[in-house]
């Protein structure tokens, strides 16, 4: 039973989707300004280890996240750089896009752009017009939250501490003249820093504002109340909570039943932000030589609901898991018996696969999740010169078919198959191998080591294995 903690209740709850076996998700993407950076790629991982694992429990997953290509950043932006706002925002979609490949994130089923979504953000607009949720002021129009029963639930705000949250939280492009502070633009009237970013609508000439844009795009795509939100904890308010307002005020329903939202990652104890200056992106760290695949390790490794703070050093152990993988994966290619033996390795399995799930029925606890697994590993290693090759191969595809939830066993695996074959083929390093050949077979063990040691140097490695044959290693990751 697979249980989440809903920011909306702020407890742990049963997950039950609106229909069954199947979900609706939206989740936040980028406004593509910039590249995104790893706090942000957390978020982004979060979300991938939640639809993988609905995926994995059978769930037939619909998966929504916008593309942010028109706010304040954007257009200032795109300007700065002499481009049109299509140009900028499509590089860094791009951009953005290579970042998940590299992580291995899956895609979205469908991922809207907000240009391409204002007809349905102007329909919302007017109707909360007509029906007097929102009002204009100057050019520009603004929902008014005293009509909102339930506004600042999400975020557990009230009274005076919304006043005071509002005015340390709310955006500088919310900072328009409106009756009330905590009221948020919905349409910005156009003005002239705008340019020519503008669209002529019923409501007037402007652009929308950020929070309508995930209305417009979430409903459209999984109806006007669908089962899971989610985003990082920074989102909870003001976007998430205008969100609420909004979309209940238009559709008079309740607007997403199960909230989920992912803890800070910070460095040097602060929260990672471009704001801050005290950020990593992916290439920064592919500069550095580690592997992309590496982040995914360590964004995942931690409970998304609990603070993580980046390290090199985490990196490191994200490598060591990485190889504890790779070398059981290898160890058990190796096993090509046939002979029966009184391995349990039908219970092996299934009491893996039992943690396992226990752990991520709790509120995806990939900690504890994670855990399991490399004890398993740890067995396996005890084991795995007494397997067959039928028991040998039952362990590889539990392994791989974990990874549809984890998303990077299989990304390394090949990685390492590629690099090895590669190196295999280089001919200096066949030329040692088959000097070292020629050595052993003339006994001469010193010489045949010495060339051993010029191949390490090289980063491979070679064993001996039965039958005059032998098995090369690569250093990695």
Known sequence: MLKLFNTLTHRVEEFKPLEEGHVGLYSCGPTVYNYVHLGNLRAYLFIDLLKRYLAWRGYQVKHVMNITDVDDKTIRDSSQAGQTLKEFTEHYTALFLQDLEAVNIRLPEVMPKATEHIDEMVAIVKKLLETGHAYRQGDSVYFKISTSDHYGELAQLAGRELKENADQRLNQSDEYEKENVNDFVLWKGWKPEDGDVFWETEIGKGRPGWHIECTAMSMKYLGETFDIHGGGEDLVFPHHTN?????????????????????????????????????????????????????????????????????????DEAAAIARRFLDALIDLELQTGEAGNQLDIDGLVAGCRDKFVAAMDDDLNISIALAAVMDFLAEVNRQVKKMNAAQAAQVRDFIFEIDQVLGFVRVIYDDYQDRLAKVSADAQVRELVDKRAELKKAKDYAGADAVRAQLSERGVTISDMPGEKYLLRINYP
């Open 243 to 315: 969100e609420i307002a909004q979309s209940e005020a238009y559709s008079g329903k309740k607007f997403v039943n199960y909230w989920l939202h992912n803890a800070h990652l910070l460095i040097e104890g602060k929260k990672m932000s471009k704001s801050l200056g005290n950020f990593f992106t992916l290439r920064d760290l592919q500069e550095r030589g580690y592997l992309p695949i590496l982040v995914r390790i360590v964004l995942l490794k931690v409970h998304y609901r609990q603070n993580l703070n980046f390290t090199f050093a985490g990196l």
